[in-house]
Structure formats: structure tokens, C-alpha cells
């Protein structure tokens, strides 16, 4: 492939997989917000979404920061960029690994 077109496929990876985390990010935040005031706690859940979103864990020394305040909305949106930039460094790693420009 010519380096041009590797350089747009792995840009447009990163991008996406940037988009992605911070898109799972905010579901997260949008689920905890709504379910504030839920009696159960599932496990299973809440380990699935620390495995998509890690960034969440910055999260452990915040904990009087209460859902549905300023502080848990820009909590909420630094751990969305963090998350974001987390899933770009993949999509970097992971197109170059996948495409590189032929030598002549």
C-alpha cells in the first residue's frame, strides 16, 4: 500500500477507537446516573464495564463526588477523555501493526 493511504487507514482507526471510548465513557456515565438509586449491586456488570471503560477506576478516590452533581458531570468527562485516549493509543499500536507502507 502507499504510505498516504496507510496513513489515512491508521488515522481513521485511531479516531474511531478514540470515539469509541469516549461513546462507552458516557453510556456509563449515563447508566450510573439513572440507576443512583438502585438497591442491588451486580458484580458481573460493573467488572464488564471496568473492562471497557478502565479509566472509571479514577473514579475509587472520588467516591463522596454524588451522580447528579457539576463535580460527577466533569468527573464523568475527564475520565471520558482519558478512556478516549486510552482506545486511540490502541488503534495507534494496533494500525501499525496492521499497515505499513510498502518499500520500494
Excluded at 447508566?31 to 442491588?40: A, E, F, I, M
Excluded at 458481573?44 to 463522596?64: E, H, K, N, Q, Y
Excluded at 460527577?72 to 475527564?78: A, G, R, S, Y
Amino acid at each position: 500500500m502507499d504510505a498516504p493511504i496507510v496513513k489515512h487507514k491508521r488515522r481513521r482507526l485511531t479516531f474511531f477507537l478514540a470515539l469509541l471510548g469516549f461513546a462507552i465513557a458516557a453510556v456509563i456515565w449515563v447508566y450510573v446516573g439513572l440507576t443512583d438509586s438502585s438497591p442491588h449491586f451486580n458484580f458481573a456488570l460493573w467488572a464488564g464495564l471496568v473492562l471497557l471503560c478502565p479509566s472509571s477506576l479514577l473514579s475509587i478516590p472520588l467516591i463522596d463526588v454524588e451522580p447528579g452533581t457539576a463535580d460527577f458531570n466533569v468527573m464523568w468527562l475527564v475520565i471520558g477523555v482519558v478512556n478516549s485516549v486510552f482506545y486511540g493509543m490502541i488503534g495507534l499500536v494496533v494500525g501499525r501493526s496492521l499497515w505499513k507502507p510498502e518499500r520500494n
